[in-house]
């Protein structure tokens, strides 16, 4: 991640073009995400698969990937934000809006090697903070899992330990399972 130091408020930070890969506006600083490479990339979509495919259909909600997110003062770019399909701000037509001005019900953030990771982690607590319910850090260097949920501390899993879901998600998946989506012979 690299900060660019420039006096700008959030609404300004907004209407900046976007850019590939994303940057983020956190503390009055614009900081730019590092561009994902292939564990990060295989993770995020086949969390957003696994995720998708119980709940979509259902409508129970959806895995967005790297959708930007604007509340409590910053505009994160969560690499899997997930929100409840009721919570979803559908236009009038019914169809997905452009802006999110609210936090997911659920973030996943995979850290790539380039990251500081208590930045990431910031996000995840300052999600948490503003009324999201989960929040996964993946550590794909040491396969670990960091969960946080609302109003208990943090727990570190690995290896055989099942992972939280939204309650009404009903997908069942350990730490093993997510890393082993990095096979792919």
Known sequence: MTAITQSITLSEFLQLPETKPAREYIN???IQKPMPKGRHSRLQGKLCAAI???????????AFPELRC???GRSIVPDV?????RRIPFTVNHDVPDNFDLPPDWT???L???QKPNKVIGN??????HGSRLGWFIDPDDLSILVFLTQQQPVLLQGKDSLPVLSEI????????????????
């Open 70 to 72: 604007s509340f409590g």
């Open 108 to 110: 996943i953030e995979i």
């Open 28 to 30: 009055g600083e614009i």
């Open 170 to 185: 009903e997908l069942t998946v350990t730490v093993n399972h997510v890393f082993s989506w990095l096979k792919m012979n």
């Open 112 to 114: 790539s090697p380039e």
């Open 52 to 62: 998708n495919q119980i709940a979509e259909d259902a409508k129970i909600a959806y």
């Open 124 to 129: 995840s607590l300052h999600c948490l903070q």
């Open 81 to 85: 934000a997930v929100f409840q399909w």
